[in-house]
């Protein structure tokens, strides 16, 4: 039988940890810091032993909500696409999740646990009392020569691509001690959100915040598009890590997308992971926009389970209130000088 066993952040635990083939950015210690940091939320890491044998670890952060302890693995809203467990490959999720019902209720004294796990099926999470939603995301195999992930692409996205070139759009890599880039990237945000009458869901500080977390492990792929007179016109955030690279967040001047920048940057974005041997670009969600580039949806459930159905009903109204907050937010916006 499988246990959980919450133990401290030490240099063996992170050693141990990334020997795990299914290890991403969102289970190490920079991604952990930035998490916290943004969510005011506290780390929690457990060993997952099988009798005196460790075979895996789980990673999340518990935070509070209406007076709450609330085990987020990640939460919604957190701008973190999956956490979950580390696991020997001979070891079934659904056994490791089984076990960490009683770790997250009892252990912790959580009243609410969300679980997004990148190798969960939702076969996985059948008869444990959990709550599912279908939350896929479109993936590129950068196995392939380049030529074959150009030609994979859609016609309309291939020629997007040639024009930003024939227009003079250049990519750039923006340094990490470039403090104009979260403000070029923010600005751009708020003007996509505009588009639909909303605002970002996050503030400039979250940005600043994963930048100064992930930049010293150089974790991180920061890409500006400048078109021909030099001008900033779109930006993008790619952390990066093991075999994966995630399309963390990326924006554009609605005035300059005729130029077709943000087809140059991810076009940009998969050859540079691809000449370091990142293995899959992940765009971190399933919008229908992400096929044009030759993706493949991947079935990525959304899990959660609460103490008790008020616990439930209170989690559902803050989903719901914070979205007619951020419609009025941008009414506000949008009237004030």
Not at 22 to 39: G, K, M, P, S, Y
Not at 42 to 64: C, N, Q, S
Not at 109 to 132: F, M, P, Q, S, V
Not at 157 to 163: D, G, L, W
Request: overall charge positive; hydrophobic content about 45%; proline content about 5%.
């Amino acid at each position: 039988m499988l246990r959980l066993r919450r133990v401290a952040p030490t240099a063996a635990l992170w050693a141990d940890r990334a020997t795990y083939d299914d290890r991403l950015i969102f289970h190490t210690e920079q991604w952990l810091r930035f998490v916290a940091e943004t969510q005011r939320a506290e780390p929690v890491l457990a060993t997952i032993t099988d009798g005196p044998r460790t075979v895996g670890h789980f990673t999340g952060l518990v935070t509070k909500r209406y007076g709450l302890r609330i085990l987020g693995s990640p939460m919604a809203g957190w701008t973190t696409s999956y956490l979950g467990f580390n696991l020997d490959p001979a070891v079934p999720r659904r056994a490791a999740l089984e076990a960490l019902m009683p770790f997250a209720f009892g252990e912790l004294g959580c009243a609410h646990l969300e679980i997004r796990d990148r190798g969960l099926a939702e076969t996985d999470l059948e008869g444990l009392g959990l709550r599912w939603a279908a939350a896929p995301t479109a993936v590129i195999d950068l196995g392939p020569p380049e030529d074959t992930l150009f030609a994979a692409m859609a016609g309309a996205c291939r020629r997007n691509i040639r024009k930003a070139a024939k227009s003079g759009v250049v990519i750039e890599e923006a340094q990490p001690d470039d403090e104009a880039f979260a403000d070029d990237f923010y600005h751009q945000l708020r003007d996509v959100f505009a588009k639909q009458n909303l605002v970002p869901t996050y503030s400039i500080e979250r940005v600043r915040a994963l930048i100064r977390n992930l930049a010293p492990a150089g974790h991180i792929l920061l890409l500006r598009a400048r078109d021909a007179d030099g001008r900033c016109i779109a930006t993008a955030v790619l952390p990066w890590y093991h075999r994966t690279m995630y399309f963390w967040g990326g924006a554009s001047w609605r005035e300059d997308q005729h130029l077709r920048p943000n087809e140059a940057l991810i076009w940009h974005a998969l050859r540079w992971a691809k000449e370091r041997g990142v293995t899959e670009f992940d765009f971190v969600g399933g919008n229908s926009y992400k096929a044009k580039y030759g993706t493949t949806e991947v079935a990525v459930p959304w899990a959660r389970r609460s103490r008790s159905p008020l616990v439930a009903g209170l989690r559902d109204a803050a989903k719901e209130g914070f979205a007619l907050k951020q419609r009025a937010v941008a009414r506000l916006t949008r009237v004030s000088p």
